[in-house]
Each structure stands twice: as structure tokens, then as C-alpha cells.
């Protein structure tokens, strides 16, 4: 498998003026020859933009653009493996992702997790039949943040203002400065955005990757998967990142990417050419398909 610094060395030496467009597409074709599978791959640069001042690193409904172009003249029927690396972003834009995706595939998405798929990206991949995780690979809590803000933050901080204040009157102008900074409504729209997440993710668990699975089976399963990655009592940090023997050890249908060397060596080097555009170029997201459809978004 070429490593990453092969990959670089491999796109210097080719002499062209987008020799790492014609690296990635290459092997993303390759690992589509592989699978015969159709093949997306869903990249956000944001481990390399963080500070740049980039607004669009997030899911966010503009993906809707880049997997309707990306899709377009493929036969559906192969199904789908979405190669996804991102922090996250709008659940209502990834509820609509999952939708689109649903209704071209149906049940048929393998989500590949070659680095990290965190928040509104664990989200869109506990959507799929099968999640590919290596030992390096993770997922994370998709508790949701409302405007930056974590919503069950929010409710805990309401939440013992009034018992505060019900037992200490006098603290009342205290809470009411700490309070102010929440804008009309923001406690109305924590509460829906709990709601929101608390009420997809286990649709479409039980729809897709655990369809197959008796209801109380089930059932424990969703108790298990919310507690341990939608609960920040439980999780701690957004950011908490969960592999494999976690995700597994969860109830999820995970499958080890080690398992295939020959697949673990293309999905590796696939994310090698994206790890390596990102560093080379100007892009910032990308939307890309076996048959070489690409939706791109720069920096600035």
C-alpha cells in the first residue's frame, strides 16, 4: 500500500497541472474496479482549514448539489459505498442527505470510515446497512449543537438556573445576565434539535442495519447506541472519538477493514489523495464519483 509520503512522491513526479486530480481519480476508480460497487467519496478538509476562516467545511444542504451531481448516470442498482470523512454539521441537512440517498440506493450503503465521520457524519453512517471502520477509524457522539451551542448544555444550564433560583431567590439577577446571552426561542430550539436526533437515528437503525434484528433485540441496541453516543452525561466531549471495539461492542454492524487487505490497501491510499489534495491545493470539500463527477469548493 503506498503510504502517504508515496503518494505525494507519485503526484510530483507526474508533470501536469492537476497531476493529484489524475492520482485520485485513478485510485478511486481502482477501488470501484475492486468492489464493483459505485463508489462516493464525501471529504471535508477541515483538519487542514481549521482557523481559515472557511464556513462551508460542515455538512450542510450545498452537499445536496455535489451528491446530485455525482450520482447522476450511474446504474443505482450496484448500490453504494460512501467513503466519508467529515466533523459533521446540520442534522436536518444530513436528515435530507440520507433521504436522497435512500431513495436512489435504497437499502444497499456501505459507509466507509477511512479516517474520522464525527457528529451529523456518524449520523448519516449509523443510516447505512454496514459501517467499514479500520483501527485507526472513528466515529463520534452526535449530540446536537444549536448555533455552536451543545442543546443539552443549554437545558442542563436552564435546568439549574430554576433550581437555584427556586432555592436562592437572590441569585435571580445573576442567572438573568448568564441567560441573556441565548438569543428568543433557544431553549425551544435545543429542545427540537434533541428531538430531532433522538427520533431519526433510531428510524433508521431499525429500517436498514438492523432490520434484520428481533424488536427487543432492537430496542436494547437503541437504548444502548443513544446512551453512549447522543448522552454527553455519558460521552463527555463532542469530540470523544469511538473505534471499532467501541462501535461494535455498541450493536453496530461494523465491519473491520483489515479483513481485506487487498481493500484495506485501496481505501488507504484512496484517502492518502485526498489528505494529499487538500495539503497541495485550494480545495476545501470535495464531492467526488467513480466516473470522475466532482463538485469542488475552494478556500476562499
Known sequence: MPSFNDVLTEIQTIEHNNAQDRIREQYVQRLHAYTGRNLICYYSGWLSAQGSGVNFLQVDDMDKNGFMNAIEGMNCELGLDLMLHTPGGSITAAESIVYYLRQKFGSDIRVIVPQMAMSAGTMIALSAKEIVMGHHSCIGPFDPFVQGV???????????????????????????????????AFLEECDKAIALAKSIVPEWLVSVMFADVDEDEQHKRIANIMENLNNPATTKEHSRHIHFDKAQSLGLKVIALEADQKFQDLVLTVHHTYMATFLMTNAAKLIESHHGKKHILNKG
Open 150 to 184: 451543545s442543546a443539552f448544555a443549554v437545558l442542563e444550564e436552564f435546568k439549574r438556573a430554576s433550581v437555584e433560583i427556586e432555592k436562592n431567590p437572590h441569585t435571580i439577577p445573576l442567572w438573568q445576565i448568564m441567560l441573556h446571552k441565548y438569543p428568543a
